[in-house]
């Protein structure tokens, strides 16, 4: 399959760092716990918080939605839930794509039921064209409107995570 470079490795790197203070920034005096959602986000959120600069907690959840398709099923797993408790505390989303955004609304519902004090979302790429649940994203990297993204943590059938740049696939 052809990949064409769409996101390179240092601008990745140069928007994350952004991120990372900017997120330190508004949370300053605060703890924030940074939830992943696991695998496509390992990349990213490990970046992420490297560049952040106060104290804070990591936690992961994985969800699964895609089979092999390049389209959202619709149908969210959750396959591993918090490990912390996070009642009353702030919590920071953190997602490599959101696309439908079936997978983040399912997310949310979920978290909501354990009483934190706020949530935010912080997405690597937002995939605005094809949203179904409307999802405000606090903090995003970039806005890409089509094709199929692989590398930097994003896989397509578990091909290509490996990548350092964003790719598209043609
Ligand atoms: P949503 O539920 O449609 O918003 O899909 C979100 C999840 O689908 C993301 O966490 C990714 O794992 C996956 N996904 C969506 N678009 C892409 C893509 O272009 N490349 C790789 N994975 C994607």
Same mark, same amino acid.
């Given at each position: $399959?052809?990949?064409?470079?769409?996101?390179?490795?240092?601008? =990745?790197?140069?928007?994350?760092?952004?991120?990372?203070?900017?997120?330190?920034?508004?949370?300053?005096?605060?703890?924030?716990?940074?939830?992943?959602?696991?695998?496509?986000?390992?990349?990213?959120?490990?970046?992420?918080? $490297? #560049? $952040?600069?106060?104290?804070?907690?990591?936690?992961?959840?994985?969800?699964?939605?895609?089979?092999?398709? $390049?389209?959202?099923?619709?149908? %969210?797993?959750?396959?591993?839930?918090?490990?912390?408790?996070?009642?009353?505390?702030?919590?920071?989303?953190?997602?490599?794509?959101?696309?439908?955004?079936?997978?983040?609304?399912? =997310?949310?519902?979920?978290?909501?039921?354990?009483? &934190?004090?706020?949530?935010? =979302?912080? #997405?690597?790429?937002?995939?605005?064209?094809?949203?179904?649940? &409307? %999802?405000?994203?606090?903090?995003? @990297?970039?806005?890409?409107? /089509?094709?199929?993204?692989? @590398?930097? @943590?994003?896989?397509?059938? /578990?091909?290509?995570?490996?990548?350092?740049?964003?790719?598209?696939?043609?």
């Amino acid at each position: $399959m052809d990949k064409k470079v769409l996101i390179p490795r240092e601008r =990745i790197r140069e928007r994350v760092q952004e991120l990372g203070v900017r997120l330190s920034e508004d949370y300053r005096g605060k703890e924030p716990v940074l939830i992943g959602i696991l695998n496509g986000v390992v990349f990213f959120f490990v970046e992420l918080v $490297m #560049a $952040m600069s106060i104290p804070l907690r990591i936690d992961f959840i994985k969800a699964s939605s895609y089979g092999s398709s $390049m389209t959202s099923s619709g149908k %969210i797993r959750l396959l591993k839930g918090l490990s912390l408790h996070v009642k009353n505390q702030d919590l920071i989303l953190v997602e490599d794509i959101v696309d439908t955004g079936l997978t983040l609304k399912h =997310i949310l519902d979920n978290l909501r039921t354990q009483e &934190p004090a706020s949530i935010k =979302i912080c #997405a690597l790429i937002d995939k605005k064209e094809r949203r179904k649940q &409307p %999802i405000n994203l606090d903090y995003c @990297g970039f806005t890409v409107n /089509e094709g199929f993204l692989v @590398g930097y @943590g994003l896989d397509f059938n /578990e091909q290509y995570r490996y990548l350092p740049d964003i790719c598209v696939i043609e």
